[in-house]
T-cell receptor, first 112, second 115 residues
Framework: AQSVTQPDIHITVSEGASLELRCNYS??????LFWYVQSPGQGLQLLLK????DTLVQGIKGFEAEFKRSQSSFNLRKPSVHWSDAAEYFC??????????WGLGTSLAVNP | SQTIHQWPATLVQPVGSPLSLECTVE??????LYWYRQAAGRGLQLLFY??????ISSEVPQNLSASRPQDRQFILSSKKLLLSDSGFYLC??????????????FGAGTRLSVL
């Protein structure tokens, strides 16, 4: 069955520190992978996506993610976190019938 | 460019009252449309999706229904709200015929409180 796992429910980092949010997927074919960010009380915004080609993809707001097929992972990274990065982050994989399969999200808090 | 509008932003309704949330998309034709509900700490639950006018797929049995009366309009309804219908409702769209890539774009959401 297709699924997405975000192992970390909540992460706290200090401003300026590096960040890595984990995402593991289960999908039989070549996955189309996404990361979205949700600020409190807002809709979701697409950070980046992987369809094919270079396994390191760059997104908005200084984020990047690396697709590792051998590990079924698509981890999100940022070298230096800003206080405005505090938000909920969702990983997703394109499933069948025009639907996305979502992880449960990781809540990021940033300490000043 | 494409935009998605969702309203109202906030709604407080008594138990047993009806519900109508509206979502419209501009700048595209024949989009795929989605309604999600987000409860605290429980991620995104897909409620309905539509690939065309009058074509609605329901993902979970519930007290809600959806309709697509026009190409770019998606409505979420209930005849009688329950306390458990409280939550954050999100509308989204994705381009038609995108070879399964299914990039979804979200509205700003509606916070529904049923009291």
């Amino acid at each position: 069955a297709q699924s997405v796992t975000q192992p970390d429910i909540h992460i706290t980092v200090s401003e300026g520190a590096s960040l890595e949010l984990r995402c593991n997927y289960s999908y039989g074919a070549t996955p189309y992978l996404f990361w979205y960010v949700q600020s409190p009380g807002q809709g979701l915004q697409l950070l980046l996506k992987y369809f094919s080609g270079d396994t390191l993809v760059q997104g908005i707001k200084g984020f990047e993610a690396e697709f590792k097929r051998s590990q079924s992972s698509f981890n999100l990274r940022k070298p230096s976190v800003h206080w405005s990065d505090a938000a909920e982050y969702f990983c997703g994989v394109a499933g069948n019938n025009r639907k996305l399969i979502w992880g449960l999200g990781t809540s990021l808090a940033v300490n000043p | 460019s494409q935009t998605i509008h969702q309203w109202p932003a906030t709604l407080v309704q008594p138990v047993g009252s009806p519900l109508s949330l509206e979502c419209t998309v501009e700048g595209t034709s024949n989009p795929n449309l989605y309604w999600y509900r987000q409860a605290a700490g429980r991620g995104l639950q897909l409620l309905f999706y539509s690939v065309g006018i009058g074509q609605i797929s329901s993902e979970v049995p519930q007290n809600l229904s959806a309709s697509r009366p026009q190409d770019r309009q998606f409505i979420l309804s209930s005849k009688k709200l329950l306390l458990s219908d409280s939550g954050f409702y999100l509308c989204a769209w994705s381009p038609p015929g995108d070879r399964g890539l299914n990039i979804q774009y979200f509205g700003a959401g509606t916070r529904l409180s049923v009291l």
